[in-house]
């Protein structure tokens, strides 16, 4: 998924002539905390709606005041993931997008990029979510997605996060099957360490038929 298939010039970007009062205005106009900063339709930078809100006059243009701009570096041929772990170590709203020119080529959202992540990563997929906890040694996707699929099973997304200061990973399963239990069964056979769990078992099913049952009986 590169960047070049999520830039958007729905979010324009502010000409360092304009005014401080047009720049707020369109922050608050499109939900956003950052706004691309042009000077002769080349990017200055990223000015934020705290430095702009320290402007006693918002009348004056940009240009008239010193901000301190954030320049982060951006083509387009780069993947969406470099721009969300950008935007997160920095804690920006959008970031501008460059050609390899460094021409402004528009912006990304950081609601565009995790919108896009979600229908890649299966979120809206029916199904089970399994975490389980391992050392990274032992980590084997081939093993994992055995025990998944010997259970008539498929793996729809995995991801593996490094549990700080330690050796230890985490991996997230998302399966698509509402009732886990045999494929959780097989996990603890193998020694596997089951962090958390989010299905609707076939127990569950029983015990609600069950209560279900008890409450009609308490009616009659």
């Known amino acids: ?3 070049a298939d999520l830039i958007t010039k729905d979010i324009p970007a502010i000409k360092d002539s304009d005014t401080v009062e047009q720049a707020l205005h369109w922050m608050e106009e499109f939900k956003v905390t950052h706004l691309p900063v042009l000077h002769n339709k080349k990017l200055a930078g990223l000015v934020s709606e705290a430095e702009l809100l320290d402007v006693a006059n918002t009348k004056s243009k940009i240009t ?5 701009y954030i320049k982060p570096q951006i083509h387009q041929s780069q993947h969406a993931f470099d721009a969300l772990r950008i935007m997160s170590g920095l804690h920006l709203t959008l970031i501008p997008i460059l050609d390899e020119k460094d021409n402004y080529m528009g912006n990304i959202t950081q609601k565009s990029v995790l919108d896009r992540l979600a229908s890649l990563s299966a979120v809206m997929e029916q199904g ?3 975490e389980l906890e391992l050392n990274k040694n032992d980590y084997s996707l081939t093993q994992i997605a055995s025990i998944v699929e010997g ?3 498929k793996i729809l997304s995995c991801y593996v996060t490094s549990l700080p200061d330690s050796t230890r990973i985490q991996v997230t399963l998302k399966i698509n099957r509402d009732d886990l239990t045999r494929v959780l069964q097989t996990f603890y056979r193998y020694n596997y360490e089951v962090k958390a769990s989010y299905h609707q078992s076939g127990y569950e099913d029983d015990l609600k038929t069950k209560f279900n049952e ?6 009659i």
């Open 1 to 3: 998924m590169l960047i």
């Open 64 to 68: 008239a005041n010193h901000f301190n």
């Open 128 to 130: 089970g979510i399994i």
């Open 151 to 153: 259970n008539d099973a």
């Open 214 to 219: 008890f409450i009609k009986y308490l009616d």
